[in-house]
């Protein structure tokens, strides 16, 4: 949409974003954003609003006209936990088959809250993305739905089946009762689960301690969850309580493998060593693990797969198709020496 002659006060010192028209034009910057991308379910009346807020502030967008009827063959892609080493897992898997498909991956990750990466996602919009992929989002279900209504959107990481959008994810579940089994087959009866604490519903840490629970109660055992964070501290001070209790556990099995490669070394630092002061279990699957001087029994969650799975599911909606589809990639125990 050319923008017309400015015929009212527009924002003095700066050029006029979508956040102003929105507020002319007494709408979300959602619907700013439909407008503008000519997208459907506009109503004349809307329509009519925000483009005479559009002609008063004399706003133009960033990219050209062309450009937003054809499409910009971009996917965006944000995700949090940039210092995770499962994240740029995923994110090959993403970039590769955007390649396949004749698409470039736009990358932002956010080391902060749901709020900064929901102000990211919405700056890829703006920047004319076709379409939206969200690694383990944080932020609410109604700014989702936002989301979707403005820009195709896939959660990767995110369990959820909600009409408006695709979802990605590893069963979780599954995957802590499948390391649970494999501990109490070698003899164990004090496992230990360490965790983190749930960010927003449908995140995997809440699966997998779920998962952990019903298999210790299918064994008959007690549950034993430690929350703390997933990183190399966390995984340093896991080490510290466990081993200082009167009865510490014999296995513990860390959420994230960030987690438990941190276990390890400090088990290494204090003279211990796993599995004999300690069995050690991690989730995710990252290279690391595999490695000889490490061995660590792990949840492959199938990274790769999960991420071009999501980017095929953008490029499928993209094309046309309307109903949503959520998929649960089966993951697989990795035993090694650790355990």
């Known amino acids: 949409m050319a923008a017309a002659r400015t015929t009212g006060p527009r924002p003095a010192g700066r050029r006029p ?59 965006g892609v944000s995700s949090l936990d940039p210092r995770n080493p499962f994240i740029p897992m995923l994110l090959d898997g993403v970039a590769r088959e955007a390649r396949r498909s004749a698409f470039s991956a736009l990358i932002t990750l956010t080391d902060a809250d749901g709020a900064t990466q929901l102000e990211a996602a919405r700056s890829m919009v703006d920047r004319q993305v076709d379409g939206l992929i969200l690694i383990t989002p944080t932020m609410s279900e109604d700014d989702l739905v936002q989301l979707a209504a403005e820009v195709p959107l896939v959660l990767l990481g ?9 979802s990605v994810a590893s069963d979780d579940a599954l995957g802590a009762a499948l390391t649970v089994d494999h501990l109490v087959s070698r003899g164990h009866r004090r496992i230990a689960f360490h965790t983190q604490p749930t960010r927003s519903g449908g995140l995997p840490e809440e699966f997998r301690e779920a998962g952990y629970r019903e298999a210790v109660r299918r064994h008959g055992l007690q549950a034993d969850v430690v929350v703390g964070e997933w990183s190399a501290e966390g995984g ?39 599995p004999d002061d300690l069995a050690v279990a991690g989730c995710d699957g990252v290279p690391a693990a595999a490695l000889r001087a490490v061995s660590l029994t792990t949840v492959d969650q199938q990274a790769a797969e999960m991420g071009g799975l999501a980017a095929r599911l953008l490029v499928e909606r993209l094309a046309g198709r309307a109903e949503p589809r959520h998929v649960l990639v089966p993951p697989q125990l990795v035993v090694r020496a650790t355990t």
């Open 236 to 274: 340093r001070r896991l080490v510290d309580e466990l081993l200082g209790r009167p009865t510490p556990p014999t296995a513990v099995h860390a959420g994230a493998d960030m987690v438990a490669l941190a276990v390890l070394d400090r088990l290494l630092e204090r003279g211990g060593r796993a």
């Open 158 to 166: 995110r369990h959820g089946a909600h009409p408006a959008f695709d």
């Open 17 to 75: 974003t979508i956040v102003d028209v929105a507020r002319r034009a007494a709408v979300s910057p959602a619907a700013v954003s439909k407008v503008l991308r000519n997208a459907y379910g506009v109503s004349p009346s809307m329509r009519e609003r925000v483009e005479t807020a559009v002609s008063e502030l004399g706003y133009r967008p960033m990219v050209s006209a062309q450009s937003m009827r054809t499409g910009t063959r971009t996917l």
